[in-house]
């Protein structure tokens, strides 16, 4: 799409990092006006992405300074531009990761937009018109209809806001390995990492019926899994007894951790042509060992987010299985301490930011969360 001259107007307040330090503080900026194919979207909740700590601190060195953090949105439409008629104002909706695209590419049409070459992110990206993008860090956001969806009416709105990040980053490489299908034979699914995208991971397979095997460094862990979230087996990958004890059992195996690990031992875990599936971003290479791809006639892959159609289908299902995310909620004079906490992998699960400062009370007027997605104030 051809680049358009900004019409930035409309004053937002939010919060930047403005250098490497990465401390966050008071913002006020511009946003364009709302154009005939977007929706001005009132900010309420906006979860934090370990991606944001990254993008914070540049440590990706890609950062684009102030940058306003953000791609878990959930808020309410105040208004909509002429050629908008699928989204109507006062609507529950969420923003994720993408803000523009091509269009035009097989991705693009294919609706697996986020796999577009031109790919423009929700903040640190360069929109259509040539402006930064700034992410949910803000009590308002401008976005194009075509990368809005829908929040069931049922899901608390902070608990929901995860979403559109952790959660469709497990859903699409589940649902293309046809684990969200209703089928009569269960598979043996293996989740390494019991974190935001991991704990998400393990109701979005239950809810199936699989066999569900938790992956993890951490003893400490093991009877949340089982206890809480309903988890079947627990695998401490550290005792070598357990891991080989566990050898060729499982299906299927997603990966969700974003530090650095040789994945040759979670390999041999997999049964014959079973499938590994990498979704964390570990800023290193990660080993790979041929011989449990060999012997094993294993397959690696990777997988990033989801389509909008296939967001979309992600919220809904969440809406009829009332899946959420367990998070804890903060103010915004508490994103400093909640980022520092979350280089530290110090949250269960998720944080979530209340930008309306609507405290326990989600934009359905009920105090928020449940046995699915509950908040702690830290």
Not at 120 to 147: E, P
Request: hydrophobic content about 35%; proline content about 5%.
């Amino acid at each position: 799409m051809a680049q358009t001259t900004p019409n930035h107007t409309q004053v937002v307040s939010g919060w930047a990092a403005h250098d490497t330090s990465g401390k966050m503080t008071p913002y006020v900026f511009k946003r364009r006006e709302n154009g005939v194919d977007d929706v001005t979207i009132k900010v309420l909740f906006c979860g934090m992405c370990h991606t944001d700590l990254h993008h914070v601190r540049n440590d990706w060195g890609i950062t684009m300074y102030p940058v306003v953090p953000g791609h878990e949105i959930t808020g309410v439409i105040t208004k909509v531009g002429e050629n908008v008629k699928r989204l109507k104002v006062g609507e529950k909706v969420g923003v994720g990761c993408l803000a523009a695209s091509c269009l035009e590419c097989e991705f693009c049409k294919d609706d697996q937009e986020n796999y577009c070459d031109q790919i423009q992110f929700t903040y640190n990206g360069i929109f259509w018109d040539g402006s930064i993008t700034y992410g949910g860090y803000s009590n308002m956001l401008v976005a194009d209809q075509r990368y809005v969806v829908r929040v069931p009416e049922n899901l608390p709105m902070d608990a929901a806001a995860p979403l559109l990040c952790a959660g469709i980053t497990v859903y699409s490489p589940m649902m293309d390995n046809k684990l969200l299908e209703t089928t009569s034979s269960p598979k043996r699914v293996g989740i390494v990492g019991l974190g935001g995208l991991g704990h998400v991971a393990v109701k979005f397979a239950k809810a199936f019926q699989h066999h569900v095997t938790i992956i993890s460094t951490s003893p400490s862990k093991q009877s949340e899994a089982l206890h809480r979230l309903g988890a079947d087996d627990f695998i401490l990958s550290t005792d070598p007894s357990q891991m080989q004890a566990k050898k060729r059992s499982l299906d299927f195996i997603l990966d969700t951790v974003s530090g650095y690990h040789s994945i040759g031992p979670t390999l041999e875990l997999l049964k014959v042509n079973g499938v590994l599936v990498i979704v964390g971003a570990p800023d290193k290479p990660i080993a790979l060992p041929s011989f449990p791809l060999i012997f094993g006639k294993r397959v690696v892959k990777g997988s990033m987010t989801g389509g909008m159609k296939e967001t979309q289908e992600m919220m809904d299902l969440c809406g009829k299985y009332n899946i959420t995310c367990d998070i804890e909620l903060v103010t915004p004079d508490q994103i400093n301490d909640a980022l520092d906490r979350l280089s530290k992998n110090d949250v269960r699960y998720r944080f979530v930011i209340d930008i309306a400062g609507s405290g326990n009370e989600n934009s359905n007027g009920d105090v928020a969360g449940n046995e699915n997605g509950k908040n702690v104030q830290p």
